[in-house]
């Protein structure tokens, strides 16, 4: 899939309108901590286009705030989280330092709305991947290491309430990440055969595998930096790609510590302290 995305001065008043009033509705919610109703209405029906160009428009606010991207996440990964939210695709969103914490740190509850777990494989390039079509062999030789990642989804929207335009708007869901302190190199894994599993406070939440991640985890990188270089925004040497999700989403509503433990990886935990406000 290639996503074309217009900046924000190009587009017709009536939809550059619509796509500054979605953006806002989100940026509200994240403000007051209070989720707000669907954006769908607002864009034109089942366009992909008009909700990365919601996104983009608050990542840009946020860049200019000075935040700083690290990196990128891939959304809809799995048929299990595609049943989950009802879509057939993938989709991205941006990574920002602020949302980073390090194996077992403790992540504010205080700080999210309605937080979701997923288990994946992080990557970590060495080369950026500039020139398209960017295959399988390019992801292999620009990847410096993986590290198993604990993403924390959080929807802005109330009870998740999300067609595959509301989450890309609300860049594609996302809202903290956890990367594991072992690196391994890709030469030395057979990321389709990776076995996942994940507890909370020692109970089974979710269970998967490499192979769930559109067939192979290198497979979603390569489609993130195909769709990245054809906005003409590619992926960067130094950057961090969440590959997607190895099994469905747990909710998170109350402290304690999440384990995923993926095979030839290690493990990566997420700890959460405090309580939803």
């Known amino acids: 899939m290639t996503v074309s995305v217009a900046a924000p001065g190009d587009r017709p008043g009536a939809e550059a309108s619509a796509t500054d009033e979605a953006a806002a509705r989100l940026r509200d919610a994240a403000r007051t901590r209070q989720p707000c109703q669907p954006v769908r209405d607002l864009l034109p029906a089942g366009s992909l286009e008009a909700a990365y160009a919601v996104q983009q ?3 840009e606010r946020q860049l200019d705030g000075g935040h700083r991207l690290v990196g990128w996440k891939i959304g809809l990964t799995s048929p299990a989280v595609q049943r989950q939210l009802g879509v057939g695709q993938p989709d991205f969103g941006a990574l920002l330092a602020d949302g980073s914490y390090g194996d077992d740190q403790p992540i504010p509850l205080e700080g999210l709305m309605q937080p979701k777990v997923e ?3 992080a990557f970590v390039l060495e080369r950026g991947l500039g020139e398209s079509p960017v295959t399988a062999v390019d992801v292999l030789r620009a990847t410096a290491f993986v590290v198993p990642a604990i993403e924390v989804a959080d929807s802005r929207i109330t009870g998740w309430d999300i067609t595959i335009v509301d989450t890309v708007a609300d860049n ?3 809202g903290a990440f956890v990367v594991g302190p072992k690196p391994t190199r890709l030469a030395d894994i057979d990321l389709h055969e990776v076995q996942m599993h ?3 406070n020692g109970n089974t939440v979710s269970e998967g595998a490499g192979s769930a991640c559109l067939g192979h985890p290198v497979n979603a990188v390569v489609w993130l930096a195909n ?4 906005l003409g925004q590619p992926l960067q040497a130094g950057q961090l ?5 190895l099994g469905p989403m747990a909710t998170v509503d109350q402290a304690g510590s999440y384990e995923a433990v993926l095979t030839g990886l290690g493990s990566v935990r997420a700890t959460f302290s405090g309580a939803l406000s």
């Open 198 to 200: 994940m507890t909370y």
């Open 227 to 230: 769709t990245l270089a054809s």
């Open 119 to 121: 288990a994946e494989v």
């Open 241 to 245: 790609v969440l590959s997607g999700a």
């Open 57 to 59: 428009l608050n990542t």
């Open 172 to 174: 594609a869901s996302a």
